[in-house]
């Protein structure tokens, strides 16, 4: 094949791929690597991705093929890939799957291959050689059942993550149908991608179904999707939020959309215990412990556990799955007898444990792009604006001689300088509703002082939350100060422009879940507006150019601007 100088990939050796932005194939050869790849480094001119055995893995197990990887690059390649390259991707794409968990005829689960070597290899293996029973013969293995999802996390680690096709208990059943028109008055039915993402999930009945994440952007109706999946397989369903808040916007949009009766629906939180046919719990009241303990402690150190027995569960869904705590992964590992949905904007995690959301809820079973979802209507443009301002004199020295990279990031990220830069932001979007979302209170209390604003923090009750939330649908409010408690879980649908003071250094998944509190469609049609406001040359610069590289995977681009134009501009 002739290479195209003109084609905007450059693959190397080490599996990483360098794309060039300004280049008229940009876009497309964007959409594709996404697939497959992860995005790294996201300067202005030149993206970095990175080929990894855990994004082949998702690749194989949404259904790509190897050869259609390699199809791709050799496609928008400038130059022709390493000749090893090929054969790499073929090596990892196959490991999926060439172990697969079973049940035999006698119900009992079992580790099979067709590769005598392999099993041996996964039985001397001292990670796998706890959870595994005896030796069937050459091509099977008996498996402790209790040990399913420690067995899966084993094998993920040995780097052959096994396709699980032992199935699933079918819970206990739950008559529900989805409403035609909802209870609010309005027509209601899933959307076309919303339909694709359940049966996905379900594929048919099958056993290669009932376990997955489904990636969709915030606005995007991921909670309607979890709801579809319900009334998809008509089970009894425990379902796991990040907050309280959360909690209330299930219950309220399963009353609205199903046919199911408030007795049918209960809360499990710090505030009430009711365990329904659908249950709402948050991670916080799972994640409880009785007192001091260690990182090594069992699970019976957290009594609220239980709730995962207390009921024949069909199906657990885990919202915001990107959140999931640590100890819930340890519960999560011993169910993997229930069908799992996990749902997320993105499947990132700061904690590096995305391997572990493979093997435990499952792999990728449906991602829908950002920017396909925006052109068709879906949820709001937007623009990004990073507006970049100087640390003021007086407080160089002081940066320059903190004591260490988080003390000078405060520093950066409270940099006063930002105050007038919001001034004119907040002259700028007079007749909008907006949102200034922070990480330090410190900052986001002088700010709620400055402009006369509510805040929300942590520490503000749900019921006063709630009740600031009503009040800024209604337009009764139309500015919030909001900590990280904006980063998820938050339905504000009018809300169109956000404004990042500061943020969780150099979260992804953050800058993910913010641009996602704009992203619901206007009754108007008005464009969504999200700036983040930092300081050129210091931590708070480094951080947000990897927070800003989730966003520039899924097709969104910054605009850079000096804050003296911002600063003019509206005076």
């Given at each position: 094949?002739?290479?195209?100088?003109?084609?905007?990939?450059?693959?190397?050796?080490?599996?990483?791929?360098?794309?060039?932005?300004?280049?008229?194939?940009?876009?497309?050869?964007?959409?594709?690597?996404?697939?497959?790849?992860?995005?790294?480094?996201?300067?202005?001119?030149?993206?970095?991705?990175?080929?990894?055995?855990?994004?082949?893995?998702?690749?194989?197990?949404?259904?790509?093929?190897?050869?259609?990887?390699?199809?791709?690059?050799?496609?928008?390649?400038?130059?022709?890939?390493?000749?090893?390259?090929a054969d790499d991707i073929r090596d990892a794409m196959g490991r999926y799957g060439r172990l697969q968990l079973v049940r035999q005829a006698d119900a009992a689960l079992a580790l099979v291959s067709d590769d005598a070597a392999l099993l041996m290899q996964v039985w001397e293996h001292p990670r796998c050689r706890p959870f595994l029973v005896y030796q069937l013969d050459d091509r099977a293995i008996l498996v402790d059942p209790a040990a399913r999802g420690q067995l899966k996390q084993a094998l993920v680690r040995l780097g052959f993550p096994a396709e699980d096709l032992a199935g699933y208990v079918d819970g206990a059943t739950l008559p529900i149908q989805m409403r035609s028109t909802t209870l609010s008055g309005h027509a209601f039915a899933l959307r076309d991608y919303q339909r694709t993402a359940v049966e996905r999930f379900y594929a048919g009945g099958s056993s290669r179904g009932?376990?997955?994440?489904?990636?969709?952007?915030?606005?995007?109706?991921?909670?309607?999707?979890?709801?579809?999946?319900?009334?998809?397989?008509?089970?009894?369903?425990?379902?796991?939020?990040?907050?309280?808040?959360?909690?209330?916007?299930?219950?309220?949009?399963?009353?609205?959309?199903?046919?199911?009766?408030?007795?049918?629906?209960?809360?499990?939180?710090?505030?009430?215990?009711?365990?329904?046919?659908?249950?709402?719990?948050?991670?916080?009241?799972?994640?409880?412990?009785?007192?001091?303990?260690?990182?090594?402690?069992?699970?019976?150190?957290?009594?609220?556990?239980?709730?995962?027995?207390?009921?024949?569960?069909?199906?657990?869904?885990?919202?915001?799955?990107?959140?999931?705590?640590?100890?819930?992964?340890?519960?999560?590992?011993?169910?993997?007898?229930?069908?799992?949905?996990?749902?997320?904007?993105?499947?990132?995690?700061?904690?590096?444990?995305?391997?572990?959301?493979?093997?435990?809820?499952?792999?990728?079973?449906?991602?829908?792009?950002?920017?396909?979802?925006?052109?068709?209507?879906?949820?709001?443009?937007?623009?990004?604006?990073?507006?970049?301002?100087?640390?003021?004199?007086?407080?160089?020295?002081?940066?320059?001689?903190?004591?260490?990279?988080?003390a000078r990031y405060r520093i950066a990220a409270e940099n006063p300088a930002k105050l007038i830069v919001l001034d004119a932001l907040l002259q700028r979007h007079r007749d909008d509703n907006m949102l200034i979302i922070g990480q330090y209170l410190d900052q986001l209390r002088a700010i709620a002082r400055r402009i006369n604003a509510p805040l929300i923090t942590g520490k503000t009750n749900t019921a006063e939350r709630e009740r600031l939330y009503a009040a800024f649908k209604r337009s009764d409010v139309k500015l919030l100060v909001i900590s990280k408690v904006a980063n998820f879980a938050i339905d504000l649908p009018d809300a169109n422009v956000a404004i990042q003071v500061s943020g969780s250094y150099g979260s992804r998944q953050e800058e993910a879940q913010r641009l996602g509190r704009v992203l619901r469609p206007k009754a108007d049609g008005r464009p969504a507006h999200f700036y983040t406001l930092v300081t050129r040359d210091t931590r708070d610069h480094d951080f947000a150019a990897n927070r800003q590289l989730f966003l520039t995977e899924q097709g969104y681009r910054y605009t850079i601007v000096d804050a003296a134009e911002i600063v003019n501009d509206d005076q």
């Open positions: 094949m002739s290479y195209v100088s003109e084609n905007p990939l450059i693959v190397q050796s080490d599996r990483s791929i360098l794309l060039e932005v300004n280049n008229p194939h940009y876009e497309a050869a964007r959409d594709v690597l996404a697939g497959f790849a992860e995005l790294v480094k996201s300067p202005e001119h030149i993206h970095t991705y990175r080929i990894t055995p855990l994004s082949l893995w998702n690749a194989a197990a949404a259904g790509m093929h190897a050869d259609d990887v390699i199809a791709t690059i050799t496609r928008y390649a400038r130059f022709e890939p390493p000749p090893n390259l009932g376990s997955g994440v489904i990636v969709l952007p915030c606005g995007a109706g991921k909670t309607i999707v979890g709801i579809g999946a319900i009334v998809r397989l008509e089970v009894q369903t425990l379902i796991l939020c990040p907050n309280t808040v959360a909690v209330h916007q299930w219950i309220d949009e399963l009353l609205d959309k199903t046919t199911l009766t408030p007795d049918q629906i209960g809360e499990y939180t710090g505030e009430s215990k009711a365990i329904r046919s659908i249950t709402i719990a948050t991670y916080q009241i799972l994640t409880y412990r009785r007192g001091a303990v260690d990182d090594a402690a069992e699970a019976l150190d957290f009594p609220h556990f239980s709730l995962f027995n207390e009921r024949d569960w069909g199906l657990i869904i885990y919202d915001e799955a990107h959140l999931l705590p640590a100890p819930v992964f340890r519960v999560t590992a011993v169910i993997q007898a229930r069908r799992r949905l996990g749902l997320t904007a993105t499947l990132v995690r700061e904690d590096g444990r995305e391997s572990d959301v493979f093997a435990l809820i499952g792999p990728k079973s449906y991602d829908a792009p950002w920017r396909g979802l925006e052109q068709q209507g879906w949820i709001a443009a937007a623009s990004c604006t990073e507006v970049r301002l100087d640390l003021p004199r007086e407080l160089q020295l002081t940066y320059a001689q903190a004591d260490d990279s988080r």
